[in-house]
């Protein structure tokens, strides 16, 4: 079936520098893709939605000079947390939905991202 | 709605029994929902959905139940197992809108 793989699982960044996290459909296309991000024992919050060839669309309160997403194939999106703070430490999950499978959305296996 | 920063609920079961979990959407608008379980460091499983025009759908041990009336949805889960153990989310999808996901709530199994 359809997969969405994030890279990398986990990662440990100094504070005030930058990661990216890559978001990739493997077996399918997706045109749009959506990151979230979910803080322990709390839901997930969409951050913002990924448009291959576009910019991005931002949630209220979510900061774009801060994430920056880019979606430059319609099988790759990457969220890239610029200046990281430790209240950026967070789980980041992306999904991305299936045109061929009746539009089935599909998760990623998420990132950890800590920031010390 | 959106979800907010609450603890989530946790729901203690015995093994063998039967569990229900509950959800309240607000959106009624939204047309299709979706039931995923999350384990603890992954990202959210699809377990199963049901769409607007629909009250009930059955899966394997699993079943949705959808009140339009009160905008409530239920998962109920079938001789429930350790392995059954996780967060568990319902989400909303409103035509052509975006995912919205519920509070969670944790499931216990104990043996």
């Known amino acids: 079936g359809a997969v969405v793989s994030q890279h990398p699982s986990w990662v440990i960044c100094k504070s005030g520098t930058s990661v990216k996290i890559e978001c990739r459909s493997l077996?399918?296309?997706?045109?749009?893709m959506f990151w979230y991000r979910q803080f322990p024992k709390q839901s997930l919050m969409l951050m913002a939605t990924?448009?291959?060839?576009?910019?991005?669309?931002?949630e209220q309160g979510v900061e774009k000079d801060k994430f920056l997403i880019n979606h430059a194939s319609l099988t790759l999106s990457t969220l890239t947390v610029t200046s990281a703070h430790p209240e950026d430490s967070s789980f980041y999950i992306c999904?991305?939905?299936?045109?061929?499978?009746?539009?089935?959305?599909?998760f990623g296996e998420g990132s950890w991202l800590t920031v010390v | 709605g959106e979800s907010v920063g609450l603890h989530l609920p946790t729901l203690s079961v015995q093994e063998g029994d039967n569990s229900i979990i509950n959800c309240a959407y607000s959106?009624?608008?939204?047309?299709?929902f979706i039931w995923y379980k999350q384990e603890s460091g992954k990202g959210p499983q699809f377990i199963i959905d049901?769409?607007?025009?629909?009250d009930k759908r059955q899966g394997q041990r699993v079943t949705v139940l959808l009140n339009k009336t009160v905008k409530h949805l239920s998962l109920q889960i079938a001789a429930t197992q350790p392995g059954d153990s996780a967060v568990y989310f319902c989400?909303?999808?409103?035509?052509?809108?975006?995912?919205?996901f519920g509070q969670g709530t944790e499931l216990s199994v104990k043996p």
């Open positions: 999904s991305a939905s299936s045109q061929t499978s009746g539009n089935t959305i599909y």
């Open positions: 077996d399918f296309q997706a045109t749009t």
């Open positions: 990924s448009n291959e060839g576009s910019k991005a669309t931002y």
């Open positions: 959106n009624s608008a939204s047309d299709y």
């Open positions: 049901i769409r607007s025009n629909m």
């Open positions: 989400a909303e999808l409103p035509r052509g809108g975006k995912l919205i």
